[in-house]
C-alpha cells in the first residue's frame, strides 16, 4: 500500500505498524509473542493496570546506560586531544531525586537552571561542587542559595550578575568560581524557539563583549574566572554547529588569556535523538569526536594550549528512556480534501485517534511542533496500517500528541498507547491545563516497576485554591496512593 495524501512527506507507509523501531525505542522494549508491550521487564498492561494512565515509564537500565555511553564518549575524545573533559546532565530535561542520583552514581556533574533544580539536586544528596548554576534571571536568593552550598560553577549571564554573584561571594567569604555564557552566533538548524545562538535572544552576551566582561569579573576577588560558555540550541543532529561555534569561542578563549588563566571552554549540549523513524542522529561517539577534533585543530592554529572542556547533555540521555502510555477514548474519521493538479479535490480520510491525556503531559507538539511515533502497547495486529493523529482531551485545537503515525486499522478504544522518546521536557513543561493532574512517573528495571514521582491528584490541585477547605478529606479518586 501507498502512503495517505496526508501524510506528511517524511513519512513512509510502514511495512509493520507494531514494529519497534530502533534507537527511538529503549532497548529493554520487546514484544512479547501475543504482542503485548514490555520496558525493563513489566507490561504495558501491568503499568497501567497499577498506575494508571496518562503514565510516563522511565527505563532505569536505559538512562544509565547512556548516561555511562555519553560520560565516556566525551571523557576519551578529550582524553584523545590531551585534556579533560566534564559532563554536566542538564537537569531541564528531566530532573527527580532518583535520576539525580543516577545521573551522579555514573559519574555526571548536574545543571541546574533554578532555585527548585537545585533544591531537587541537593536533596538527592549530590555533592554541589558538581554542579553548575545556570539562568539568564537568577534571583538574587537563587544566586545566595548557590553560593552558600557551595555549587561548584555559576553561569554569569548578564553584567548585572557579575555583580550579583561577586557580593553573595564575598558575603560568604569564598571565591565563586564563573563561566561567562556568550553568543557565538552559530544558528543551530532548528525550531527558532531551541535555537539559543542569536544575538538577538535573552540568553547570554554578545562575543565581542567578552574581553569586556571578563574583565570585569577578575576585577572581583571573590570571583575565579573559569572561561567562556555556549549552547547553540537543541535537538542537532551534526557536528558541524558545534564546531564552528568552538571555532569563534577559541578566537576570544586566545584573546583573553592575555589577560590572565582561562582554564575551560564549556561548549553546552543540544544533542538530539531519535523521535521517528525519519531521524538519523550522530551517534555521541561521532559527535564527542569532531568536536574535539575541531577544539584541537583551532588551538593548533591559534597556538594555544587546549582548555578543559565541559558539555551539557540532557536530552541524549533521558531522552529515550521515556515511554508515555495512554488509553484511547474515542476515535473519528474526518474527511480532508486534497486538491489535484487538475484543480479538482478529493476526499481522505484523517483518523482522530483521541487519549486521555494531552498537551498537560507533553506540550512539545503544541510547542515546537515536534513530531512522535505511537504503538499499540497490549498487543500486536495484522489489520492494515491507518493513517492516524493522537489527538489530547483538552480544550484546545492545537491539542495533538502525534501529529501523524500509522497504526493497525482496528485501533479502538481502550487500546493502550505508547509513546516512545518522551523521556526529555514532557514532564518537565507538564502543566495543569483543564484541571489535569501531572501523571505518576514510575520506573522500571528487571521486571519491577516503582515510583519516582507520584500522580498529582484532585486534591493536590484543590490544595491550592485559598477557598478550599483546610480540612477537606479525600477520597479513592483524589489521595496520593501509588498512582
Not at 554536566?88 to 541546574?112: N, P, Q
Not at 535555537?195 to 552576551?205: I, L, N, P, R
Not at 593548533?300 to 587546549?306: F, K
Amino acid at each position: 500500500m501507498t502512503s495517505s495524501p496526508l501524510a506528511p512527506a517524511w513519512l513512509g507507509h510502514p511495512a509493520d505498524a507494531n514494529a519497534l523501531v530502533a534507537p527511538i525505542w529503549p532497548r529493554t522494549a520487546v514484544r512479547d509473542p501475543g504482542g503485548a508491550l514490555a520496558i525493563g521487564g513489566v507490561t504495558a498492561a501491568e503499568l497501567a493496570g497499577r498506575f494508571g494512565t496518562p503514565l510516563y515509564v522511565v527505563d532505569e537500565q536505559e538512562a544509565r546506560e547512556r548516561a555511562v555511553e555519553v560520560r565516556d564518549a566525551f571523557f576519551a575524545a578529550a582524553a584523545r586531544i590531551g585534556t579533560t573533559a566534564t559532563v554536566y546532565y542538564a537537569a531541564k530535561a528531566f530532573l527527580s531525586i532518583e535520576v539525580a542520583r543516577w545521573m551522579a552514581e555514573a559519574g555526571l556533574s548536574i545543571d541546574v537552571c533554578s532555585g527548585g533544580e537545585l533544591a531537587v539536586a541537593l536533596a538527592a544528596g549530590v555533592d554541589p561542587a558538581r554542579m553548575g548554576l545556570h539562568g539568564n534571571n537568577k534571583s538574587v536568593a537563587e544566586i545566595e542559595r548557590a553560593v552558600e552550598n557551595g555549587v561548584g560553577v555559576i553561569v554569569i549571564d548578564s553584567a548585572l550578575e557579575i555583580e550579583r554573584v561577586a557580593a553573595a561571594a564575598a558575603r560568604h567569604e569564598v571565591v565563586q568560581k564563573v563561566r561567562l555564557r556568550v553568543n557565538s552566533g552559530v544558528h543551530a538548524h532548528t525550531h527558532d524557539f531551541l535555537a539559543t545562538a542569536h544575538e538577538d535572544q535573552k540568553f547570554g552576551v554578545r562575543l565581542d563583549q567578552a574581553v569586556e566582561y571578563a574583565a570585569a569579573i577578575r576585577s572581583h576577588a571573590s570571583l575565579e574566572f573559569l572561561g567562556l560558555h555556549c549552547h547553540i540550541g537543541s535537538q542537532i543532529f551534526g557536528v558541524d554547529g558545534f564546531s564552528e561555534s568552538a571555532a569563534r569561542l577559541l578566537e576570544v578563549h586566545a584573546e583573553l588569556l592575555e589577560g590572565g588563566d582561562v582554564p575551560g571552554l564549556n561548549l553546552g549540549g543540544g544533542y538530539g535523538i531519535a523521535y521517528t523513524e525519519a531521524d538519523d542522529p550522530e551517534q555521541i561517539e561521532v559527535l564527542a569526536d569532531g568536536i574535539a577534533d575541531a577544539v584541537a585543530t583551532e588551538c593548533e592554529r591559534l597556538g594555544i594550549p587546549v582548555p578543559a572542556l565541559a558539555f551539557e547533555p540532557g536530552r541524549t540521555i533521558i531522552g529515550t528512556a521515556g515511554v508515555t502510555l495512554y488509553e484511547v477514548g474515542t476515535i473519528k474519521d474526518v474527511l480532508v480534501q486534497v486538491p489535484g493538479v487538475d484543480g479538482g479535490a478529493t476526499d481522505h480520510v484523517r483518523r482522530y485517534v483521541s487519549v486521555d491525556g494531552g498537551m498537560s503531559d507533553n506540550v512539545r507538539p503544541a510547542l515546537y511542533g515536534a513530531d512522535y511515533t505511537v504503538r499499540i502497547a497490549v498487543r500486536s495486529s495484522a489489520a492494515d496500517p491507518a493513517l492516524v493523529r493522537v489527538a489530547g482531551k483538552h480544550c484546545e485545537s492545537g491539542d495533538i500528541v502525534v501529529n501523524a503515525a500509522y497504526l493497525p486499522g482496528d485501533v479502538t478504544p481502550g487500546d493502550l498507547l505508547a509513546v516512545p522518546a518522551t523521556g526529555a521536557y514532557c514532564h518537565s513543561l507538564a502543566n495543569n491545563y483543564n484541571y489535569l493532574g501531572r501523571p505518576a512517573v514510575v520506573a522500571v528495571r528487571g521486571g519491577e516497576a516503582r515510583v519516582l514521582i507520584r500522580r498529582e491528584t484532585e486534591h493536590d490541585l484543590l490544595a491550592r485554591d485559598a477557598a478550599f477547605p483546610r480540612d477537606a478529606g479525600t477520597d479513592a479518586t483524589t489521595r496520593g496512593d501509588e498512582r
